[in-house]
């Protein structure tokens, strides 16, 4: 049986190599009609064929997922199965649990929620002795290239912000160059509601995440960039659950840095979301800059 997308044949004998015959295959869209992932059964059980959009994403995906994974709680994170280069494939273990934006919370429900994504996040994300020398020259050169990066987003977007949204979005990018130095860490990079799955049969320990493939090396404050843009916009109690699940807040200078990051995300979210018809995203960039201010000269 197979529904949705079809899977390429040369994805599903390479995956069949592993799993053995596959009974069933059903694509997987998770909101994004381009989906490129595959849910197969077996006589076993099930696992998820992936084919990634790049090879800066495969290469993204593989070392977070050989890499941090392990260390993670068992189950709540796909563990990787197998990979093809060839392919940009990755085959991965199911994680338990419905996606969160299928559920219909309670209030208290959804602070449980976000200490959860808090405490998850700061297991993924380690301590800072766990990175290289080389680690953290990596992420202070993310860390530049989101400064730096700014025309590019605003040269795709010219036509779809206004004089005084340019003029927001590039004091911040500046300002983003003067702050100071930021605690850094592999980062999910995509850490949003979207790619969070909650097994409500396990309360405790029932919290799980999927889609790395935007992981990378970079400032920890960049992983909560969407959530600021988004649904922590007029609910500080999910705020404060989350960062009491981390253990900690932000220091100044990463709120400092947040409200750069966030001015940046609002013009890459316009200059991609109008032309891919993403009026979500859109939106959201746009009441982020809304939300900005430059200081007077």
Known sequence: MSTGAPIPPALREWAEDIIGPVQSVRNVPRGRPNSLVWELT??????????????T????????????????KPGTIP????????????????????????????????????????????????????????DRTDADAEIARAAVGVDQHLERAWNLINAAERRIVRWHAAELSRV???????IHGDFQPRNWLLDTDRAADGFGVVD?????????????????CGPWVERLDLEQAFWDGYGRELSDEEERALRCLSALDAAS???????NGDR??????RATLARLEVPAA
């Open 280 to 285: 979500e995203i859109v939106e959201r960039g």
């Open 269 to 275: 979210a316009i200059s991609w979301g109008v032309p």
């Open 212 to 228: 790395l493939e935007r992981a990378r090396l970079h400032a920890v404050v960049a992983d909560v960039v969407l959530l600021a």
């Open 180 to 186: 100071g130095p930021l605690p850094t860490a592999f």
């Open 42 to 55: 077996y006589d076993t059980g099930r696992v998820f064929a992936k084919l990634s959009p790049n090879p």
């Open 57 to 72: 994403s495969f290469g993204r995906e593989t070392r977070a997922l050989r890499e941090v994974a392990p260390g993670l």
């Open 79 to 134: 563990l990787l199965r197998g990979t093809d280069a060839r392919q940009q494939a990755l085959l991965l273990s199911p994680v338990s649990g419905r996606p969160v934006k299928s559920l219909s919370l309670t209030i208290g429900g959804e602070q449980a929620l976000h200490r959860q994504a808090g405490s998850w996040l700061r297991r993924f994300h380690g301590s800072p002795s766990d990175l290289s020398i080389q």
